[in-house]
């Protein structure tokens, strides 16, 4: 079976792991620091922390930045469920802003008319608004942070997909348009730590608070404490300032990390190739209008995606045919995916009261989606064989 995405792990990496395996320190060592500051070097960001998954590190980036009960979070329906569950996590009340039909990232068009509609209703504003870099390819940042500024709404960027892509002439990461920003270092993401995640910033209050929520809310800094004065005489106190959790990512993990990172243009340049690759063996499929079976991925200008995924969306007329596709192609060994059912339709997000036709863009996005493999690893061979297969499958 070809995945449709997997993680890349050559010697140097073992040998990292097995250094920090060998070291004084498995967890809050010096490996996560260096991986911390290569991750600020290469993205332009001011701070960043590691933590363990992108998950938490998206939680406790809503809890940074203030969001509680009663607060509203929107967030992106075509997205990975913990895009918007880290609203919940927060006691906030989670909405959606609907999708750009080529791209089903959040639509700025969409962001603007519910703002308005919002202040025409007199309905309360979002306090965090959450744009996801889906595929890897970064959103219309500087237009969703200008809306955002006008409302007084913080902006975590998802960026989960999009270690690597650049935005403009800043690298994702950089929080050139946004108060943090969020990557995942899960197998099937750009670079991995097996499990793990961190928060960029450029805002040192914002950081500060990420720090102790990553560790039980607690400081043994003196100049962060309420009562300094106390470490002077007691050195081993410690306060605890905030509610929050075990967030830490592991050394092991780091170093994995650090060697993963130093390899990411080696990963990038396949992904964009590959990418490329599949756009021009499949342009014949998505060409001449109504009877074409296909639309490729949408390009925003000015960006430069990081490429971890390459979906394709069926046109309407196929809709009903793209189970079979996805069969078929699976029978064939091609571990095709579909990203991402609009997690509105989700039962959960159902019995919070949203209903399947909420947001018909992302649902129209979703209705056709299906995911290629795509990875470093993927041999030309390989995607020859994707691309036969599904030209085959697709001619019936
Ligand atoms: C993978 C992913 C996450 C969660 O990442 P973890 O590191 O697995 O917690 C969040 N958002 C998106 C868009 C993702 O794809």
Partial sequence: MIPYGRQSINEADIA?????????????????????????????????????????????????????????????????????????????????????????????????????????????????????????????????????????????????????????????????????????????????????????????????SLVMLRSHGITRKAEWMENPAIAQEEPWVYEQLLLGFNARMTDIQAALGNSQLSRIEEFIARRRQLAQCYDEKLASLSSNGDDAYLELPGRRQNTDSAWHLYTIRLKPHLWSKRAEVFKSLQAAGIGVNVHYIPVHTQPYYQKLGFKSGDFPKAEAYYAGAISLPLYYGLSDSEQEFIVDTLIKTLHG
């Fill in 16 to 208: 990292a792991v097995e250094a920090v395996l060998r070291s004084d320190f498995l967890t809050q060592g010096p490996a996560i620091e260096q991986f911390e500051k290569a991750v600020a070097d290469y993205t332009g960001a001011k701070y960043a922390l590691a933590v363990s998954n992108a998950t938490i590190g998206l939680h406790i980036a809503c809890l940074a930045a203030g969001l509680k009960l009663g607060d509203l979070l929107w967030s992106s329906p075509v997205t990975f469920v913990a895009s918007a569950n880290c609203g919940l996590y927060c006691g906030a009340t989670v909405d959606f802003v609907d999708a750009e039909p080529q791209t089903g990232a959040m639509s700025v068009e969409a962001l603007r008319e519910k703002i308005e509609a919002t202040q025409k209703a007199g309905k309360a504003l979002p306090k965090v608004i959450i744009p996801v870099h889906l595929m890897g390819q970064p959103c219309a940042m500087e237009e969703i942070r200008t809306l955002a500024d006008s409302i007084g709404a913080i902006v975590i960027e998802d960026a989960a997909h999009a270690i690597g892509a650049t935005y403009g002439k800043q690298k994702t990461g950089s929080c050139q348009f946004s108060d943090m920003t969020v990557f995942s270092f899960h197998p099937v993401k750009i670079i991995t730590t097996g499990e793990g995640g961190m928060v960029l910033t450029n805002r040192e209050e914002l950081y500060k």
